[in-house]
């Protein structure tokens, strides 16, 4: 657990006795009521896909924060055409256990007009502990199909509204959809 830029800890003598406190008062943290350890939910993913012939590549990550906003960032890069763009992602909708829906603002892109539309996107994680699991990594080889990820919608809605596009296999890469973890009572 990452202490915030604004927790400091200083380290004089005796340092092993602040060492301990400091460690004591993490795992405490994790059991104080309203703290919790469980992980947040987030997705992330990077990779390529091949659509209409042409390789796109990609990367994202976005994470939804305890107060319930969303901050992350993706890129797509068309390699055929030199397209590019950079998202900042405020929006995650987790339709199942190993799909989410993600939107944000177009904040940069070699295509004229689209800075400041909303693009939108789906991600589909076929390694989830709801989905099958294969150590692999889902390549063309293994048993589990790759990871997908959907054409990027550029001008519509955020992700809280239908999203119907389809999603396509990755060539290469790893998508990961972490929903909301409950925490089990002790």
């Known amino acids: ?21 400091s460690a ?11 703290v919790s350890a469980a992980s947040p939910p987030s997705a992330t993913g990077h990779g390529s896909l091949m659509v209409n012939g042409n390789i ?30 950079r998202m900042d992602i405020d ?5 199942a256990p190993n799909r989410v829906v993600v939107s944000g603002m177009v904040k940069k892109s070699s295509v004229a007009n689209i800075e400041g539309l909303t693009g939108t996107f789906a991600a589909l994680d076929n390694e ?7 150590k692999r990594g889902g390549t063309k080889d293994s048993k589990k199909p790759p990871d997908e990820l959907s054409q990027l919608a550029v001008g519509g809605l ?10 396509i296999p990755l060539e290469h890469g790893k998508i990961e959809v972490r929903p909301e973890e409950k925490r089990k009572p002790k």
Do not use: W, Y
Request: charged share 15%.
């Open 1 to 21: 657990m990452a202490l915030p830029k604004e927790v400091v800890i200083i380290m004089t003598t005796p340092t092993t006795v602040r060492a301990g406190l």
């Open 24 to 34: 004591l008062l993490m795992v405490a943290l994790g059991f104080l009521p309203g």
């Open 56 to 85: 796109r590549t990609f990367t994202f990550s976005a994470i939804q924060h305890h107060d319930g906003k969303v901050k992350g960032q993706a890129d797509l890069h068309i390699k055929a055409t030199g397209v590019t763009i």
């Open 91 to 95: 929006c995650l909708n987790f339709v």
């Open 128 to 134: 989830t502990k709801a989905g099958p699991k294969d």
């Open 158 to 167: 955020s992700c809280q509204f239908p999203f119907s596009f389809g999603t």
